[in-house]
């Protein structure tokens, strides 16, 4: 089976870059999703497609995917961004797999 | 807009049966993929079934021959019935929209709370 490995966590402080990253076997050839999923809500989308943006995401989220690792970057973090992350692909053996999430501090 | 209610949570007994409603506005279920998504308390996300838009249903190895994902296209209305319960699938159970090929989920449910448990 697939698997997606993530950080458990990763602290930033207010105003810097955060990265998330997202390991799996040859990553690049597959397309990544990331969810944002805040305390006590449903998960939002955040990226997909390694890179796009859904509408109303701000431009501060980006993703990238090469190799066996995607990453997500969160420029310029603020105190609302605080949650934890899920990257998400689709695996022909596995169907849909989700990473373990990593849960983003800010300092 | 695109809303997903689900219904139909609660508390059950080990062994016993239920049977999660996710009505569904602003899109056709049969029109779409749809997929339920379930989170354990503390723990992350697992994909537990899916169907797809002729129908066909995808089970996650956790729940294969125990969990059953259909759709009733008059009401509009997607189920997850479970059986044989273990307190392994206790979790918020989400109802979302997966689009596209590798099955991104831009579509969720607010969540329905199934506890397992004596």
């Known amino acids: 089976s697939y698997v997606l490995t993530q950080s458990p966590s990763v602290s930033v402080a207010p105003g810097k870059t955060a990265r998330i990253t997202c390991g799996g076997h040859i990553i690049g050839s597959k397309s990544v999703h990331w969810y944002q999923q805040k305390a006590g809500q449903a998960p939002v989308l955040v990226i997909h497609?390694?890179?796009d943006r859904p509408s109303g995401i701000p431009e501060r989220f980006s993703g990238s995917n090469s190799g066996n690792m995607a990453t997500l970057t969160i420029d310029r973090v603020e105190a609302g961004d605080e949650a934890d992350y899920y990257c998400q692909v689709w695996d022909s053996s596995s169907d849909v797999v989700f990473g373990g999430g990593t849960k983003l501090t800010v300092l | 807009e695109v809303q997903l209610v689900e219904s139909g949570g609660g508390l059950i007994q080990p062994g016993g049966s239920l049977r999660l409603s996710c009505a569904a506005s602003?899109?056709?279920?049969?029109?779409?993929?749809m997929i339920w998504v379930r989170q354990a308390p503390g723990k992350g996300l697992e994909w537990v079934s899916l169907i797809s838009i002729p129908g066909t249903t995808y089970h996650a190895d956790s729940v294969k021959g125990r969990f059953t994902i259909s759709r009733d296209n008059s009401k509009n209305t997607v189920f997850l019935q479970m059986s044989a319960l273990r307190a392994e699938d206790t979790a918020v159970y989400y109802c979302?929209?997966?689009?596209?090929?590798?099955?991104?989920?831009?579509?969720w449910g607010q969540g329905n709370l199934v506890t397992v448990s004596p």
């Open positions: 602003g899109l056709t279920v049969s029109s779409n993929q």
């Open positions: 979302a929209r997966a689009y596209g090929g590798s099955y991104y989920i831009d579509y």
């Open positions: 497609y390694d890179t």
